[in-house]
């Protein structure tokens, strides 16, 4: 993916490939970048009384399927995603996985191994990445000396807190067929702020992680998608999600039963073939 929120939107699904920063330098044969690059990727204002140039923080590349870090591994280093897709997980004692979020560009990983000095999650990479390295020893002692930067980036900490319990709310709140909507509708934001299409991208994730994370099952998402294509709300090619309403989306609780779906679909391919203009669906009813 290229790392420029600049790139004009197109009609092509997001590839996601990772690509190093156009504003970062080479030193000894590595990319870094300096801290107003950081903190323009983490969309926060830097500090002023901190020469951003004597401060470079390095980027690390890993290859789809790597490990960033373990559950358990001693804690030193935040991590800034600047290109590619991730997700972080749980592992319980019988090996299964709960998707906790998927991170992508401007986001920060690692926060959670901030109190016991040890990772509580599994960082993994779901595409190439290209992420920017924080040394959290580093962060703290810029923080005693410059208290603007210590509060911004406790201010990012503070964002990532607010989206996971965002979450925790919706899927407390919100029919299987909501949860769904309102994923592809985050999903089409977070591209649309990175320069990317939000009406035509490719998930980097499978339907069993977006499940884990929405907790559902892999057929309930499945199903979901289906029954999306099926309305005219979403088109599904594989991976390929093109978003057609995303409105309906927004303010979608559940669906129709699906008799009632294949009737209004069977009345508006009539009023097609017949050169009727068609009557709105009705998409969402109370529950």
């Given at each position: 993916m290229q790392s420029t929120s600049t790139e004009p939107r197109n009609n092509?699904?997001?590839?996601?490939?990772s690509a190093p920063s156009e504003a970062g330098r080479q030193r000894q044969?590595?990319?870094?970048?300096?801290?107003?690059?950081?903190?323009?990727?983490?969309?926060?204002?830097?500090?002023?009384?901190?020469?951003?140039?004597?401060?470079?923080?390095q980027h690390v590349q890993f290859k789809t399927g790597q490990r960033v870090h373990t559950i358990g591994q001693a804690f030193d280093t935040l991590y800034i995603v600047n290109?590619?897709?991730?997700?972080?997980?749980?592992?319980?004692?019988?090996?299964?996985e709960q998707v906790l979020s998927f991170p992508m560009k401007g986001d920060m990983l690692g926060v959670d191994g901030i109190h016991t000095r040890h990772y509580a999650s599994e960082a993994v990479a779901l595409s190439d990445c290209d992420l920017i390295l924080l040394p959290?020893?580093?962060l703290t002692a810029l923080g005693r000396v410059h208290m603007e930067l210590e509060n911004v980036m406790y201010g990012v900490m503070s964002r990532e807190l607010v989206r996971e319990q965002a979450m925790i709310g919706m899927l407390g709140a919100l029919s299987a067929e909501a949860r769904v909507a309102r994923f592809l509708v985050t999903l089409a934001d977070r591209f649309a702020a990175m320069g990317y299409s939000s009406k035509l991208f490719n998930l980097r994730m499978t339907r069993h992680e977006i499940g884990s994370y929405l907790g559902l099952t892999l057929e309930t998402v499945s199903r979901?998608?289906?029954?999306?294509?099926?309305?005219?709300?979403?088109?599904?090619?594989?991976?390929?999600?093109?978003?057609?309403?995303?409105?309906a989306l927004k303010t979608l609780r559940r669906l129709p039963p699906s008799r009632s779906r294949a009737k209004q679909n069977s009345a508006a391919k009539q009023k097609a073939e017949a050169g009727q203009p068609g009557d709105d669906q009705v998409l969402a009813t109370t529950i």
């Open positions: 092509q699904p997001s590839t996601m490939h044969g590595r990319l870094w970048s300096n801290l107003r690059e950081v903190c323009d990727l983490l969309h926060i204002t830097a500090a002023v009384s901190v020469n951003s140039e004597e401060l470079l923080f290109s590619g897709f991730l997700k972080t997980v749980l592992i319980d004692e019988f090996g299964n959290f020893k580093k979901t998608l289906s029954a999306f294509n099926e309305i005219g709300l979403i088109t599904v090619d594989q991976r390929t999600i093109g978003i057609k309403d995303a409105e």
